[in-house]
């Protein structure tokens, strides 16, 4: 069964760093796309970052770049998102995806149907880890 796993969400106060997983098990390809999606309260879904099949591409949003980073461990089939600089702003379930791509010519798309349709061509989804940040 193919499955993505999050864990490394909390409470911290602002300023602080998380780092959270991403898990997948029973893919048959251990170098996926990954790619980070939060949703907080009351808000649409938004897409926070990707990370290529070879690692060699990784994309952000605006609002977290400089403060946050993705990356892999190929031999855990895991990838990391390490949050630095907290905000309160940043509050939110995380989730992980896979099943489409991680390419500068498409990370408008992903961000603008998810942003104006909810919904997202990534298909395979975890089932999202909290973070907490407060003042």
């Known amino acids: 069964e193919e499955q993505l796993v999050e864990s490394g969400g909390g409470l911290v106060q602002a300023g602080a760093s998380l780092r959270l997983s991403c898990a997948a098990s029973?893919?048959?390809?251990?170098?996926?796309?990954i790619a980070w999606f939060r949703q907080a309260p009351g808000k649409q879904r938004e897409a926070v970052s990707c990370?290529?099949?070879?690692?060699?591409?990784?994309i952000y949003a605006d609002f977290v770049k400089g403060r946050f980073t993705i990356s892999r461990d190929t031999a855990k089939n895991t990838v990391y998102l390490q949050m630095n600089s907290l905000r309160t702003a940043d509050t939110a379930i995380y989730y992980c995806?896979?099943?489409?791509?991680?390419?500068?010519?498409?990370?408008?798309?992903?961000?603008?149907?998810?942003?104006?349709?909810?919904?997202?061509?990534?298909?395979?989804w975890g089932q999202g880890t909290q973070v907490t940040v407060y003042s």
């Open positions: 995806a896979t099943g489409y791509k991680c390419l500068p010519e498409y990370w408008k798309l992903v961000v603008e149907t998810m942003k104006y349709l909810g919904t997202s061509d990534y298909s395979s």
């Open positions: 029973g893919f048959t390809s251990d170098d996926l796309t």
């Open positions: 990370i290529g099949s070879t690692d060699d591409i990784t």
